[in-house]
């Protein structure tokens, strides 16, 4: 109790900022204590202080092993979607400035990218995002501190700053968005001393050079797709198979293309140590499960893409009794993101079962705070989201995967319909478009409700938003084949899919 | 004995050598449009702005710099190439912004006290 009112007293200082909002339960500091500042956090903090509770939001980023930190926004905003995304754009640029030769431009050759250039394009505007999320958390009335924050108990919050301050906060209700950092593969001498992982990536004041990505996850194709797109010599290190997960014909289409495009993949094998040269560069000795033979090869820069871990650890959460899963590390979760615990809830990539994507988080997050301001009922749908891979050549997909069709409802249920296309903009460019192409899955009797999406080709996301839409509405084949596409563009090959994996047919798309 | 110091300039020109001036220094810096004779601003939203943002100024950190800066007159701003919005990639009138660093307020966010005030304060 002593600490409840030292609390209170020591919160007095430090709100000059807060401005008197309704505090619905008079009890406790805060209606709502969310700790994690990524897109989950912030846009179920945002939400609820709108809908009138006293709201806090703590975030707090904890330096990577190479030291690298970052400012407020989480993942994406960091060390994810964003920066991601942009350095993808100027690889893509890369490539656009080749085909513009055919295109009548004429630019000398070689035509060299600069590291340094981009990374401090893209990192100022992260930090400007980093800005537009402060004003904004201050605009809506959220309180936001920069501290490590972990249970003490079911309605108490524990603050840490860098310093070792400490300070509390009590809360009817908490809510946990932690989300994830990248793993290092720890048994791999070397691995966490001389590695780096995508926390580093796009912070780095240097090309990385020669690089070993070792992973097959997203993460790992697409930073080793835009480092050979902007010129990087890079290797892919894939244990077994490449995006586990995903529809494994579509994880084929995207690695042959980055084979194809220059990323040098090595299949079948497995690290086993990295050492540092004398010339700084790293030696990385791995096995080659496929002959058996043991290889080594120097690098520059080493990329670990080995899967992400959640941040429960520091939480406190075995002395409150948030149920973990044993396996995973994440928070068990219901279908209302509720944990054990009645007043705390979890969601976004800390969430077991829950997909690892912003939107899916900002939306989890918004819908949870109406709950909790007793506005709504309404729960998550994390079905039929939409996803995109952003390798140089892009694949998005909605619904399931053929394999997943066909362990749901049995090979003979299900009708594949597929096209192998070609982009118009190939044609002039004299670009293999040999990856390019369209499935769509979907059932076999009936109406043929579609199950499934998946497309390669260029700016997937953007062909595939839309889709997800009729997804969403019940789409059949019937509203597929009815509806009429663009000209020219490949989103309308999805319109014009009529062979079907069955038949054995020539799925080749031929001219108009 | 203030812990700030105030420099008032006219102009593109002005303001680049009253930066480059003061190397190293925590800047931060208001535009507003030009005021007449009078001290009446052709920019309305400058002058319910600028009483706001000298309210704050108090909580300006020790040792930094507050350039007050007149941009021109309105044609002068209107025209999309002008150097402040070329250069220093400015959007509207007013603008607050820390020198060297992607924190800004624009417009209606400069009547705001305590976003003013947070930025005065945080790092």
Redesign the interface.
Known sequence: MAAFFKSRHRWKRTSCFTILTRNLTGKYDYDLVVIGGGSGGLACSKEAAQLGQKVAVLDYVEPSAKGTRWGLGGTCVNVGCIPKKLMHQAALLGTAVKDARKYGWKIKDPVSHDWETMAEAVQNHVRSLNWGHRVQLQDKKVKYLNVKGSLLDEHTVRGMTKSGKESFLTAKNIVIATGGRPKYPTHIPGAMEHGITSDDIFWLKEAPGKTLVVGASYVALECAGFLTGIGQDTKVMVRSIALRGFDQQMAGLVTDHMQAYGTRFAWGCVPQRVDKLPSGALQVTWADTRTGKEETDSFDSVLWAVGRAPETKALGLDKVGVEVNRETGKIVVGADESTSVSNIYAFGDIGEGRPELTPTAVKAGRLLARRLAGQSTQLMDYDNVATTVFTPLEYSCVGLSEEEAVGRHGQDAIEVYHAFYKPLEFTVAERDASQCYIKVVCERGGEQRILGLHYTGPNAGEVMQGFSLALRCGATLSHLKETVGIHPTCAEELTKVSITKRSGLDATVTGC | MSLYEEVKVHGYAEFCKAVSDRKGKDIFAYFSGDKDADGNSWCPDCVKAEPIVRGEISHLPEGSVFIYCQVGQRDYWKNPNNDFKKTLKLSGVPTLLRYG?????VEE?CF?A??V??MFT?D
Do not use: G
């Open positions: 660093t992607p924190q800004k307020l966010e705001k305590n976003l005030r947070m945080e």
